[in-house]
């Protein structure tokens, strides 16, 4: 079946650091990748998404490129702030008769120290 | 656009009692998805609704759960004969058709005691 492979955490940089959180997955045909975010306190926050190969999602700063080639869809942000501090979820989807049910790994928890 | 809400946002309970959740997703969202989280683990899928269809259940889903989406809005959770196991969040997401964005909802924290 579907799985997403993420690296473990917890992970803690200081401010203005470079960040890598590496996702792999494991599934069949060609699913739609996606980042979510859970924030202290907060529900889940798409954060990005590419839903084909070579594609690039973005925001706030944070992107990850679909490579199909090594089933990688890794989160990258050039400059990490204290706000940034949060779990981090890899998540694939396949759209099965208008089921886009996630897969999801089991989360990066990221602590950001100024 | 208010957003995907869960109530209640807290629940104890004690072994073998039934507890019901209930979702309200966005408006115009047709589709509608439980999700399980357990602590230190990513969310599983329980199941989905397309409006008042419920057109698959994982096999998490013991015969103890059920789930229905009466008239396609709202949507409610049940969990009979509770066991210290079903301790979790439970979240729930909602989705367009035209959009491949499922957004979720603050989920309901239960501890069975």
């Known amino acids: 079946g579907d799985s997403v492979t993420q690296m473990e955490g917890p992970v803690t940089l200081s401010e203005e650091a470079f960040l890598t959180i590496n996702c792999t997955y494991t599934?069949?045909?060609?699913?739609?990748l996606f980042w979510y975010v859970q924030y202290p306190g907060e529900g889940l926050q798409l954060l990005l998404k590419?839903?084909?190969?070579?594609d690039k999602g973005s925001n706030k700063g944070f992107e990850a490129t679909y490579r199909k080639e090594t089933t990688s869809f890794h989160l990258e942000k050039g400059s990490v702030q204290v706000s940034d501090s949060a779990v981090y979820f890899c998540?694939?989807?396949?759209?099965?008769?208008?089921?886009?049910?996630?897969?999801f790994g089991t989360g990066t928890r990221l602590t950001i120290i100024p | 656009d208010t957003g995907v809400s869960q109530n209640p946002r807290h629940k104890i309970t004690k072994r073998g009692q039934n507890v019901t959740f209930r979702c309200d997703p966005i408006?115009?969202?047709?589709?509608l998805y439980w999700y399980r989280q357990t602590l230190g683990q990513g969310p599983e899928f329980l199941t989905y609704?397309?409006?008042?269809?419920?057109?698959?259940k994982s096999r998490l889903l013991s015969d103890r759960f059920s789930a229905e989406r009466p008239k396609g809005s709202f949507s409610t959770l049940e969990i009979q004969r509770t066991e210290q196991g079903d301790s979790a969040m439970y979240l729930c997401?909602?989705?367009?058709?035209?959009?491949?964005?499922?957004?979720f909802g603050p989920g309901t924290r239960l501890l069975v005691l």
């Open positions: 997401a909602s989705s367009s058709p035209l959009q491949e964005t499922q957004y």
């Open positions: 599934a069949t045909g060609y699913p739609s």
């Open positions: 590419a839903t084909k190969a070579d």
């Open positions: 998540a694939l989807s396949r759209a099965d008769f208008g089921n886009e049910k996630l897969t």
């Open positions: 408006s115009e969202h047709n589709r």
């Open positions: 609704f397309q409006n008042e269809a419920q057109l698959e």
